[in-house]
């Protein structure tokens, strides 16, 4: 009798994995109503980067509300990012785990590489999303992340560009080009840093494609190329290196950090991967009203954010009527007003009805970030995955431990 009840329970445990699994096939299969309903009292564990108090609470006081409202879809969020997700789905998927924990991550760039290549993202799914439709797909720096297409694997959510931030009652003339910057750390010692993580791994590659010049390091990572044009990287930092903050002797470990220097009033030159984060901390009272933002020359790297959905969630359902809030007419616009988040929407406007057009045109202008004319003017585009790990590692060996 126990063997009988042992083989039953396996059985009724593989069949219920069975149906679990056909169930999440059929996704394919349903009407956007029918993913809807099948979504309504499901929770959405989201993982994403938590470092910003504006993005927070758009996160927490206005989407989170908003799904449960409308959608009756719980959305719980956890920090975590990048090396995190990918251990976490790495680890599920090797252990053969049936469920994760994840049903939503905020991800980009090399996590995005990172994920395709052990094939833990969901997907082809954007096209199911009924606001896909006014998603700016034609634009190169949304279209492709890092330079890899995005094939439906992760939905567009926000379009951004790195800028230099300084403050204008100490710094009259700030640096434009890394010849200034090596004239402006020379007669300003301690008055400039480098963040430790992504923000700074993005300055650094807008100053690799300033030394191998436009287009050289486009397309798949080449090591003899990045060989020979990083070595005028690390050679150039380290000339200057001695006048950083603290003589280049220990960095920031984040660029939230940085800013508190800056704020500090340690360092008179910060930097941010959102063009528009200048406005936004002044709004949020952390940085001086003489703080004003601006674009190195000949350019600096314009990138965007996805969001995706792990091949293993078991509600992925209520992650896809989450994902198409986000691109939502009223969630893009709430995100791209400079007092909410001010980050750039993924929307083409020519897409959108015309009282849409006249309402995303008419947000208050960020007063002290590069005008939107001059971000693509600036604009490069992300290189490949591989070379942002290799500066991580390269600018450890080659510069902070020298």
Known sequence: MKTFLKYLLIYIFLISCSSSSKQQDELTD??????????????VNMMMWQGDPNVNSYMQNYVAPAVQK?????LKIASGQGNTIVSILMSELEAGKSESELDLVW????????????????????????????????????????QQPI???????????????????????????????????????????IP???????????????FAGPSTLDGEFDKETYQQYSTQLWEYLNRIK???????????????????????????????????????KMLEGLFPETARAYLLQPGTIQNSHYVGIPVKST???????VSNFLISLKA?????????????????????????????NDIPRQRYAPSQDSLQKYALRELAPKYMSRLYEDFRTEVIQQ
Do not use: C
Request: hydrophobic share 35%; proline share 6%.
């Open 332 to 360: 893009q616009y709430r995100k791209a007003r400079p007092d909410v988040w001010g980050d750039g929407t993924v929307l083409a406007r020519e897409k959108l009805p015309d009282n849409w057009q006249s309402k995303f």
């Open 107 to 146: 991800i980009n760039g090399e996590t995005f590489y990172q994920l395709r290549e052990i094939d833990a993202l969901y997907g082809p799914f954007v096209s199911k999303l009924p606001n896909s439709k006014y998603l700016d797909l034609d634009n190169p720096f949304i279209k492709y992340d890092f």
């Open 30 to 43: 349903l009407d956007w109503e029918q993913i809807t309903q099948r979504a309504k009292g499901q929770t």
């Open 242 to 280: 001695p006048y950083f903050w603290k003589e280049g002797k220990t960095f920031p470990s984040s660029v939230s950090a940085m800013h508190q220097l800056f704020v500090n009033g340690e360092i008179k030159l910060t930097m941010s991967n959102n063009d528009a984060e200048v406005d936004n």
């Open 196 to 210: 430790n993580d992504f923000t700074g791994m993005t300055f650094l590659k807008s100053l690799l494609i300033d």
């Open 151 to 193: 094939n439906g694997y992760e939905v567009p959510w926000g379009n951004v560009q790195f800028a230099m931030i300084y403050d204008s009652a100490r710094v009259q003339d700030p640096p434009q080009n890394r010849q200034q910057l090596t004239e402006y750390v020379k007669a300003h010692p301690g008055s400039f840093t």
């Open 70 to 74: 409308q959608y009756g879809v719980d």
């Open 315 to 321: 509600h992925k359902a209520s992650a896809m009527v």
